[in-house]
T-cell receptor, first 109, second 115 residues
Framework: DAKTTQPPSMDCAEGRAANLPCNHS???????VYWYRQIHSQGPQYIIH???NNETNEMASLIITEDRKSSTLILPHATLRDTAVYYC??????????FGTGTRLLVSP | DSGVTQTPKHLITATGQRVTLRCSPR?????VYWYQQSLDQGLQFLIQ???????AKGNILERFSAQQFPDLHSELNLSSLELGDSALYFC??????????????FGPGTRLTVL
C-alpha cells in the first residue's frame, strides 16, 4: 500500500514552475522520499530523492518539510516534455518501490 | 537512457503459451527488480534478485518465475498465459540492493499482449 498522498492531477503553463505536493505523514526516520515520473507508457524515470535536507539536481528540486511529513517537487521551468505522471514514493534501503496513482501533470503552451 | 535494456519491446502470443522476457541491468548494478503494469492494477512489484539470489517477492503468480544469471542479466518467465497477463513488464536495476538507500533505474519495458 502506498504511503503517500498526491493530488490526482495538476496543470502548469509552459515556462512556469511546477510545484507538485506530496503528503507522507507516516514516514519513518530511515525512509527516503523518492520521485519518479512516467511519460506515457515509457519506463518510470528517476528524478530525485532526499532524506531530510532539500535537494537539487539538473532535473528538479525537492523540498522536504522539517517534520518530514510532506514534500514538494519543483520543476523550475516546465516544458511540454514534462507532461507525465509523477510518483512520490517513500522507501527504505533496498525495498521495492510501491507506486500509488501519482499526479498527472499537464503542461500547456 | 537509463542504461537498463529489455528485450523484446513487444510480444504477442496466445493463451496457454510460455514467454521469456530479458533484462540487462546497468553496468555494475547487482540488483534487478521486475514490475508489472496493467491498466487496472497500476505498477506492481513482482520480484527482486541481488547478485544471483532471490531477495524479495511481491505479487508474483506461481505461473511466473525469474532468475538472475552470473553475468547479472535476468529473465522473467511467464507460463500458461492468460488474457489478464497482458501488461507492460518493467525491469529496474540498482547498484547494491542493500544499504540505507539504493536508487532503481528502469528499462523501457516489454509490452505483452495475450490473445
Amino acid at each position: 500500500d502506498a504511503k503517500t498522498t498526491q493530488p490526482p492531477s495538476m496543470d502548469c503553463a509552459e515556462g512556469r514552475a511546477a510545484n507538485l505536493p506530496c503528503n507522507h505523514s507516516t514516514i519513518s526516520g530511515n525512509e527516503y522520499v523518492y520521485w519518479y515520473r512516467q511519460i506515457h507508457s515509457q519506463g518510470p524515470q528517476y528524478i530525485i530523492h532526499g532524506l531530510k535536507n532539500n535537494e537539487t539536481n539538473e532535473m528538479a528540486s525537492l523540498i522536504i518539510t522539517e517534520d518530514r511529513k510532506s514534500s514538494t517537487l519543483i520543476l523550475p521551468h516546465a516544458t511540454l516534455r514534462d507532461t507525465a505522471v509523477y510518483y512520490c514514493i517513500v522507501k527504505q534501503g533496498f525495498q521495492k518501490l510501491v507506486f500509488g496513482t501519482g499526479t498527472r501533470l499537464l503542461v500547456s503552451p | 537512457d537509463s542504461g537498463v535494456t529489455q528485450t523484446p519491446k513487444h510480444l504477442i502470443t496466445a493463451t496457454g503459451q510460455r514467454v521469456t522476457l530479458r533484462c540487462s541491468p546497468r553496468s555494475g548494478d547487482l540488483s534487478v527488480y521486475w514490475y508489472q503494469q496493467s491498466l487496472d492494477q497500476g505498477l506492481q512489484f513482482l520480484i527482486q534478485y541481488y547478485n544471483g539470489e532471490e531477495r524479495a517477492k511481491g505479487n508474483i503468480l506461481e505461473r511466473f518465475s525469474a532468475q538472475q544469471f552470473p553475468d547479472l542479466h535476468s529473465e522473467l518467465n511467464l507460463s500458461s498465459l492468460e488474457l489478464g497477463d497482458s501488461a507492460l513488464y518493467f525491469c529496474a536495476s540498482s547498484p547494491r540492493g542493500t544499504g540505507s538507500t539504493d536508487t532503481q533505474y528502469f528499462g523501457p519495458g516489454t509490452r505483452l499482449t495475450v490473445l
